[in-house]
């Protein structure tokens, strides 16, 4: 390359990178400060709280300082869960040892959580998301926006669709998603991760300082511990933070039977791959570098594989033999692995629409998950059906 165009190369990744963090350190306002509710307070739920109500303090003239988080209330010997983090400012069962900000308010009434919000951000295991929106139409306000931090589908009459979807669907509010390589106890101690959040801006915007933009939501989640890029495809996040909960699975199931890297490796491999092709199947509109330029997408597989939830929920059913339902009762104290629904809705769905051929490895994580089918097939099972493929 001569000198003159490495010269330039240079100068527009300098201005590429000031755009970037322009957009962080510009004053961003609102006419009325936007008031945040979260909704859901497991381990991710009060990690993503604590980010926004960090934000919301520091920024007043963008954000009203109280954050409400709707709590779905349980007692703790004998203590409710809320009166305990109102008080000693911890979610003491979903995300021990961390401090909550003290504007973080935790409330276990849904409605007054979110009646006032502008912001709402969604953030619960997704089996709960109907009963929730149900609750909330016609409660809320209907200029609000939303953000769905979930990692998963719907999976019903309308055939497969996206929760940010689902919700503005259900809520008639758009809804934009959060997703990347975040293991919740990492972000909660302030380790260093990125993050994607992608935002259709509706046909209805209101304009600047009126409406939530691609700014606002900077503003909202960025962190010097959590670095956030914002884009448009809604889609592509989405689908990947969805599917490699599948591939976890996968990877948890090698590890467990101790066939080491490789071949954790090689699942990954195969798991990306049918991504990419459920993406181009059924969201034509989601963009395939999504996948390799964000953190949602390979950054998020990689690590789901490498410490998340569904990976050790996995590795345990390989090496104690024991179901998925009663390990993850056993190490997850009331979490959730979201793969193991997401697994068992995705093969109904390609079930429904004929296309389970061409996904052998979710095919196989459902197989072995719920139909006693021994883990250690699993290379014959992507094989067997790859060569099936190739006869046609
Ligand atoms: N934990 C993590 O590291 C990450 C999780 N996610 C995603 O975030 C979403 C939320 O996950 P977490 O906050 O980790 O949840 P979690 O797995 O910690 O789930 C427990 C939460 O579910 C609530 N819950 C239990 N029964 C309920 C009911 N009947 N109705 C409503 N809520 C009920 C509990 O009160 C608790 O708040 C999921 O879609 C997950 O895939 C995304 C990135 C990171
Ligand atoms: O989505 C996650 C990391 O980005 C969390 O994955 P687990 O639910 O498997 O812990």
């Known amino acids: 390359?001569?000198?003159?165009?490495?010269?330039?190369?240079?100068?527009?990744?300098?201005?590429?990178?000031?755009?970037?963090?322009?957009?962080?350190?510009?004053?961003?306002?609102?006419?009325?400060?936007?008031?945040?509710?979260?909704?859901?307070?497991?381990?991710?739920?009060?990690?993503?709280?604590?980010?926004?109500?960090?934000?919301?303090?520091?920024?007043?003239?963008?954000?009203?300082?109280?954050?409400?988080?709707?709590?779905?209330?349980?007692?703790?010997?004998?203590?409710?869960?809320?009166?305990?983090?109102?008080?000693?400012?911890?979610?003491?069962?979903?995300?021990?040892?961390?401090?909550?900000?003290?504007?973080?308010?935790?409330?276990?009434?849904?409605?007054?959580?979110?009646?006032?919000?502008?912001?709402?951000?969604?953030?619960?295991?997704?089996?709960?998301?109907?009963?929730?929106?149900?609750?909330?139409?016609?409660?809320?306000?209907?200029?609000?926006?939303?953000?769905?931090?979930?990692?998963g589908f719907e999976v019903g009459a309308k055939g497969v669709q996206l929760l940010s979807d689902y919700i503005t669907e259900e809520l008639g509010i758009e809804c934009g998603a959060l997703s990347g390589a975040n293991l919740a106890p990492e972000v909660a101690k302030e380790h260093w991760s990125e993050t994607t959040v992608a935002y259709h801006i509706p046909k209805d915007f209101r304009g600047e300082g009126k409406d939530v933009d691609h700014r606002v939501l900077k503003k909202l989640f960025h962190r010097p511990y959590f670095h956030v890029n914002v884009i448009d495809d809604v889609a592509g996040i989405s689908i990947a933070g969805a599917l490699k909960n599948i591939v976890a699975l996968a990877c948890g199931f090698v590890t467990g039977l101790g066939w080491g890297s490789n071949a954790a490796a090689a699942i990954q491999r195969v798991g990306l791959g049918e991504i990419i092709k459920f993406g181009r199947m059924f969201f034509p509109e989601s963009k395939v570098e999504t996948y390799y330029q964000e953190s949602a997408g390979v950054a998020d597989l990689i690590t789901t594989c490498s410490g998340g939830r569904n990976v050790r929920v996995a590795t345990e059913m390989a090496k104690t033999g024991k179901s998925a339902e009663q390990v993850e009762k056993e190490i997850l104290n009331g979490q959730s692995a979201q793969g193991l629904i997401t697994c068992k809705e995705v093969h109904q769905w390609l079930e429904a629409c004929g296309h389970i051929d061409d996904f052998p490895l979710f095919e196989a994580v459902y197989q072995i998950t719920y139909n006693g089918v021994p883990m250690e097939k699993l290379p014959s099972m992507i094989e067997e059906l790859g060569l099936e493929e190739d006869k046609e």
């Open 1 to 151: 390359m001569a000198a003159a165009d490495r010269l330039n190369q240079t100068s527009d990744i300098l201005s590429q990178s000031m755009k970037k963090s322009d957009s962080t350190a510009s004053i961003v306002t609102a006419e009325v400060p936007y008031k945040v509710a979260v909704v859901g307070s497991g381990n991710w739920g009060t990690t993503i709280a604590k980010v926004v109500a960090e934000n919301c303090k520091e920024n007043p003239q963008l954000f009203q300082e109280r954050v409400d988080m709707w709590v779905f209330e349980e007692k703790i010997d004998g203590v409710p869960l809320t009166k305990i983090i109102n008080t000693k400012h911890q979610n003491v069962k979903y995300l021990p040892n961390i401090d909550l900000p003290e504007n973080l308010v935790a409330n276990p009434d849904l409605i007054e959580t979110t009646k006032d919000a502008d912001i709402i951000v969604f953030n619960v295991p997704h089996q709960f998301l109907g009963r929730l929106t149900h609750q909330m139409k016609g409660h809320i306000k209907p200029t609000a926006r939303a953000i769905s931090c979930l990692k």
